[in-house]
């Protein structure tokens, strides 16, 4: 995705988080850790509040953030229409081949199949 401005990308992803806060107990563990980039919750993400030297990092890194995707895309899985579809990986465990799964995994025996997930 190409931005006019390579800071957008946070005010973007502060509004995202401001609609879809994180559970409780990640806000207490992780929000913090966000502060000195001018990102809180339940207030818009504004450029001003940042100090310079950290926002020319964070310009600098939103710039490089797209390269860094495409290059460890491969990894994931494979792009198709835009889209990153997972590698089914396989292996065996216990005699058992092992799958993951959305949630979870499955394993499948040779008398029997579990599922296990959230």
Request: no cysteine.
């Amino acid at each position: 995705m190409e931005f006019d401005d390579p800071l957008q990308i946070w005010s973007i992803f502060s509004a995202a988080m401001n609609e879809n806060p994180l559970p409780a107990s990640q806000i207490n563990a992780l929000l913090q850790s966000f502060n000195y980039l001018g990102i809180q919750l339940g207030k818009q993400w504004k450029p001003e509040n940042v100090n310079p030297m950290i926002l020319g990092q964070m310009k600098k890194a939103s710039s490089q953030i797209g390269d860094l995707a495409l290059g460890t895309m491969p990894l994931a899985g494979t792009l198709k229409n835009s889209w990153v579809i997972p590698r089914q990986h396989r292996l065996r465990w216990y005699g058992l081949q092992v799958t993951p799964r959305r949630g979870g995994v499955r394993a499948d025996g040779e008398h029997d199949r579990a599922v296990v997930g959230a």
